[in-house]
């Protein structure tokens, strides 16, 4: 296999590996990544070994050509230049010595060696020279790009400082982080940043969580109130107590996903890999033919002559211009970039491989609870079978509220919160021991034992199913879900007991993100397991394509795949806590809220740091700009390579052109690359 070996080892492996980048958010505090910052790549650059080679080499030419002038013999002359190509470019021929006789692999090392070769046994020492300035100074750029590329994770990471107020006692004392352990608690001053994930016990205070989610606004933090490391604390003194280590905070999870995403190559890196495997000794072979048949077949002339360069010449211009760097090395430059982009933007994408996919998607299928909608629903009404005002509380709905409370006392799902909030408004959450022996029937409800009975809490379809409820009151719920309401009816033992309705309110940007989504030319469809009635609701609000309600979760994973037949690839947008198996079926799984979970950073192919949608159009635009990169460094890398190939057959191009040109492109198409870390369009 062909692979781009560099010699620093801050150079980019460009035969397929990642390069070597590092990816990262970039916070308020971290500068903006200046890949060619001039002065500092020129300090790269002059520091090189290869380069202080080089220069011993330009100084014995120097003195191979002013000898003569003082007498010395010839012979002195010929010993001098010949130890040019062994003092200038031992990087080069040692690594391509190495590359072919041991590793046996064809890489550049190997293809540079034999053009040096080649130009010194046709007399071209001046021309190898400056092949290897040319060489060197391509290295330098990959190299130094690869460098600030990492040096700006190592911004970002100490980002979060090093060292915690400890509060101990009622003393304060300066530690480690890595001494703090889950419970301590720590003092955080105005104007500093949070060292650690926690929770507010005293204090008020205004957070930046730019470092994080991408979002560079204030926002009002009480007791209480989680808050993670390496935000900047406002006005306020804080007191959190830290609940996590060191190595679980937000910050150093987000470090190690994006790091890992490098490992993850995209589809069309695999297939540049491969072509380039391929591709490397196809060049050889032409450039032996081009140099043998001419020579061999028609008796022309294999040395340069006065008028026209000779075969030899041509083949090894052939060999240069034909070396795959700039194909190998703009695939994964790009990718890295856009990366980086939607990193610095709170969208992290869990490799290349979905950074490409979600460019191809043409549908996306959203959770309604939690993501179209607030997640926050309310009770709107509590209504027992033998309530006669439900205008009024009574003992009868407090009962009903009870009995609901205790049977979803331990579940996490939005309903259940408000359901909850709600009994303890009403003062009546705890007046009924949780229930126990729970079971969860998927997408409909839940049951367990109260006071020795069985009780079930869940949907009217679940309830018209498995007990006998009333003809009023199935009505009754059937007009409240008309209405755009979710219902919630509670039984225990035979007797049904009432139902209760809730509604959620739409998401303030959702309107908007589904018609920038739409503009995009991506169909739009709700999946709820929601009923009918609320789901349209929502849908009627927000202007979404489509609707699919009353899912049980395997429906949803069957309404995936029909999307998948339909539209080929397909995203799904959820919560990734209720949403794990849709979002695992779809091509693509995004949610929402990642900053807030652990468990939603494991979960998604792509997570959106912020609890909100308006980063879902800028992560999509940003994947379609980034391939539509990667085919244009592709398509000019070929193209150019084509016409400077004609030119070299031809006999029109010195070896020093055919390598600028390489060099050349491979910088044009790293800098195209590099133009998705400054990618511009965030807002909807």
Known sequence: MSEHHHHQSSSCGCSGDTCGLMVTPDPEGVKHNKILDFKGFWQHFWQMPELKLVIHGILLLAISLFLPRFGVSHRWTIIIQLLILPVAGWFVLSHGFKSLFIRRKLNMDVLMSLALIGAVLIGEGTEALILLILFTLSEAIEGYTSASARKVLTEFADLAPKEALRLTNGEESLVPVEELKIGDRIIVRA?????????????????????????????????????????????GLLEVEVTRLVEDTTMQRIIRLVTEAQASKAKQEKFIDKFASIYTPIVMLIAILVVVIPTVFFKQALWNTAHAYGWLHRGLSLLMIGCPC?????????????????????????????????????????????????????????????????????????????????????????????????????????????????????????????????????????????HRTPAKLVDETRQAEADGQTTVLVCDGDSVRGYLSLRDQSRPEATEVLNALQDLNVHTVMLTGDNAGAAQNIASQLGIHEVKSSLLPHEKLDALELL?????????????????????????????????????????????????????????????????????????????????????????????VAVLADIGIALAVTLNGLRATSFEKETI
């Open 326 to 466: 700039a194909l190998v090395i703009s695939t994964p430059v790009t990718i890295i970039s856009g990366l980086t982009r939607a990193a610095r933007s709170g969208v992290i994408f869990k490799g290349g491989v979905y950074l490409e996919g979600l460019s191809k998607v043409k549908a996306m299928a959203f959770d309604k609870t939690g993501t179209l909608t607030r997640g926050e629903p309310k009770v709107e009404l509590v209504k027992a079978v033998d309530c006669e005002n439900s205008d009024e509380p009574c003992e009868p709905c407090d009962n009903l509220l009870a009995l609901a409370s205790a049977l979803e006392e331990r579940s996490h799902h939005p309903l259940s919160s408000a359901i909850l909030e709600h009994a303890e408004d009403r003062g009546v959450r705890g007046k009924i021991a949780p229930a126990e022996d729970l079971k969860v029937l998927a997408g409909r409800g839940q049951e367990g034992t109260v006071n020795g009975k069985k009780a079930t809490v869940g949907s009217l379809p679940l309830f018209l199913a498995e």
């Open 564 to 656: 998948q037949e339909t539209f080929g690839t397909v995203a799904m947008v959820g919560d990734g806590i209720n949403d794990g198996p849709a979002l695992a079926r779809a091509d693509i799984g995004v949610a929402m809220g990642g900053a807030a979970s652990a468990q939603i950073l494991e979960t998604a192919d792509v997570v959106l740091m912020n609890n909100d949608l308006k980063r879902l159009p800028f992560a999509l635009r940003l994947s379609r700009f980034t391939n539509r990169l990667i085919r244009q460094n592709i398509l000019v890398s070929l193209g150019v390579k084509f016409a400077v190939a004609i030119l070299a057959i031809l006999g029109l191009t010195p070896l020093w």
């Open 191 to 235: 104007g500093d940043r949070l060292p650690m994930d926690g929770i507010i016990i005293s204090g008020e205070s205004e957070l930046n969580q730019a470092a994080i989610t991408g979002e560079s606004a204030w926002i009002s933090k009480q007791a209480g109130d989680e808050v993670l490391s390496g935000t900047i604390n406002g006005s």
